[in-house]
């Protein structure tokens, strides 16, 4: 059982039960608590804090940002794709504007400094409450670029306080580093109890650096952005290196092996304290999961093809045959795409089968379906044309027909190989190539990629070429982490990747067994036996991509909800108003 189960469910009533406290806390209304018993008793202060928790600590996500080239998101189904990628995106389109939980942060932060407890609980839940505040201000920046900065809890029939402009950007991230120092100067070390402390605000604030010194915000490369990206990334990564922190030697039990030292920030998933927390049946295989249900985290060909080979070469799908596409692949391949015949990676294929996506001819009928074949090994009919890829990586291993709503899997936000290769990119931006190198060096070595000549099969030599590197080995490393989208963004190529694809289109294939259909393979049968006998086309998406112009993608525009709210609110210039989101 796991050892924290406050950062989910009901945290007031959890909190109730755990101090044990009967006089003070021991209400019929729990509503009914003043706001002066969060000033003089401890456990409803924590109770406050928590309740913070529950509306901001992250958790997987299967919205926009499965919208890249690492994913199918839905499938090869045009009604599926997003408006993000056929170029239908509206200043509506993307809505995170969390000013009521800002105002009870902030309210917090007015008067915890008067409370009657002892000063390390106060500052404890102080640093964690700055944390927040910066976590939903940085939230909205990235998103929108620069926001009203609310810091008090202004009395809310006071238009001239509520009813203010926005700043500019580089007010809103110098507010955010300023709240993660105040916090990293207040937070414990770390734990492992799975709450915000010094370790998770130092890892962020090195993200946060790293976003602002990015070319979606710094347009014109200035150094000293990125001198403090690598500055916050440094000291996060020297502070983790101290408290035992680094690379899980395993990357397949990253998310198997819970509070590994590799996980930094994480929210904690535990049944029956939080059935359904973690809703993984949609990126379970089909035969496995629920009806109309596995659409989630099915891995474009594009994904794949970026995998490097064990020597550390990249895969060449024109050189080399799909048919063989699994072998001789890094670990991280093996831990994040189940290909046809792969392992089995779920309870009910465990002794069973293996992960079988082909199709087959079932009713001898050479006029149904496709080339005669009509039906798929793991279920999907031949009009659901998928990539014929899942993912095992984050899926609770335990899982079946009967408890695929309750997986126990935590969600790992931010994890040491994030902090590194933050701090490489940020390195070989300020020209020191040698100690970006040296990380990407550690990330392919942990990957099981044969060292060589000591280089690990990276070539490159200047600065273009590295940041290239570093953009391929997030892709892989980061695989359904929620990284990519916001990477393609802040690298200003999320038009021109997407439009650069192949027919701009995302790809996956078809894969058809092509012997007898009673000598197909539906148990442990080994691929590299077999993997002549199928035929495989490349297949892709029904509709290509048809982007919005960058400046559109780098920032999004304030929906008219908000602007209808505050006529002192401007909308972004790239969106039709006057407010400029790079100032």
């Not at 945290?11 to 003070?24: H, K, Q, S, V, Y």
């Not at 299967?62 to 995106?89: P, V």
């Not at 570093?470 to 997407?498: N, P």
Request: charge should be negative.
């Amino acid at each position: 059982m796991k050892r924290i189960k406050y950062i989910t469910g009901s945290f007031l009533l959890l909190i109730l039960t755990m101090t044990g406290c009967e006089d003070p806390l021991d209400k019929e209304n729990l509503t009914a608590i003043v706001s002066e018993d969060v000033w003089t008793i401890p456990a409803v202060a924590e109770a406050y804090v928590n309740d913070i928790y529950a509306s901001f600590m992250p958790g997987v996500s299967t919205g926009e940002e499965r919208n890249t080239d690492e994913a199918l998101a839905g499938g090869i189904n045009t009604s599926l794709i997003s408006s993000y990628l056929n170029g239908t995106m509206t200043a509506d389109s993307y809505n995170y504007y969390p000013y009521d939980g800002i105002r009870r942060m902030n309210i917090f932060l007015d008067g915890i400094d008067e409370a009657t407890f002892d000063d390390d609980i106060k500052d404890r839940l102080k640093g964690e409450t700055l944390f927040w505040r910066a976590w939903a201000y940085f939230r909205m920046v990235r998103a929108y670029g620069g926001v009203p900065l609310v810091l008090h809890p202004e009395d809310p029939t006071d238009d001239a306080a509520v009813f203010i402009p926005r700043s500019t950007t580089s007010a809103c991230f110098a507010q955010i580093v300023q709240d993660l120092d105040d916090a990293i100067s207040s937070l414990p070390d770390p734990s492992g109890n799975g709450r915000i402390d010094k370790a998770v605000a130092m890892a962020f604030k090195g993200r946060v650096t790293l976003f602002a010194a990015s070319p979606q915000f710094n347009r014109n490369n200035n150094a000293t952005l990125w001198q403090a990206a690598y500055d916050a990334n440094l000291a996060a990564v020297d502070y983790l290196d101290a408290q035992g922190f680094g690379l899980l030697e395993d990357f397949s039990q990253l998310w198997v092996e819970e509070m590994n030292k590799e996980v930094i920030m994480v929210r904690r998933y535990s049944y029956p304290e939080a059935p359904n927390g973690y809703f993984q049946v949609c990126i379970m295989p089909l035969k496995y999961g629920e009806s109309g249900c596995a659409h989630g985290n099915q891995p474009s060909l594009e994904l794949v093809n970026a995998f490097p080979l064990r020597d550390g070469s990249k895969w060449d799908p024109v050189a080399r045959d799909y048919s063989v596409l699994h072998q001789d692949r890094d670990d991280r391949f093996y831990a994040t795409i189940a290909y046809n015949g792969a392992d089995p990676y779920l309870l009910p294929m465990f002794g069973v089968e293996n992960m079988w996506t082909y199709y087959y001819d079932k009713d001898g009928d050479p006029n149904t379906g496709i080339n005669g074949r009509e039906i798929r090994a793991d279920f999907l009919d031949g009009y659901e044309a998928r990539s014929s890829f899942y993912s095992p990586k984050m899926l609770d291993p335990n899982l079946d027909a009967v408890n695929k709503l309750d997986g126990q899997v935590d969600w790992i936000e931010i994890r040491y190989a994030e902090v590194i290769m933050n701090l490489a990119e940020a390195a070989n931006e300020t020209d020191a190539p040698a100690e970006a190198l040296a990380i990407l060096y550690q990330i392919r070595d942990r990957a099981g990629i044969e060292p060589g000549a000591g280089d690990y099969g990276i070539t490159a030599a200047t600065k273009e070429e590295i940041r290239q590197v570093i953009m391929d080995e997030r892709f892989v490393e980061f695989a359904f982490e929620t990284k990519r989208f916001w990477d393609l963004r802040r690298w200003r190529i999320y038009k021109s990747r997407m439009e650069g694809l192949e027919n701009s289109a995302r790809h996956g294939l078809r894969i058809e067994w092509a012997g007898a259909t009673e000598d197909r393979p539906t148990g442990l049968e080994n691929i590299d036996d077999i993997w002549d006998q199928f035929l495989i086309t490349t297949i892709e998406d029904i509709q290509p991509n048809t982007m919005l112009e960058e400046d559109k993608y780098s920032f999004f525009g304030i929906p008219a909800t908000y602007l209808d709210r505050n006529s002192k609110l401007e909308q972004n210039n790239t969106w039709g108003g006057t407010f400029d989101p790079l100032q």
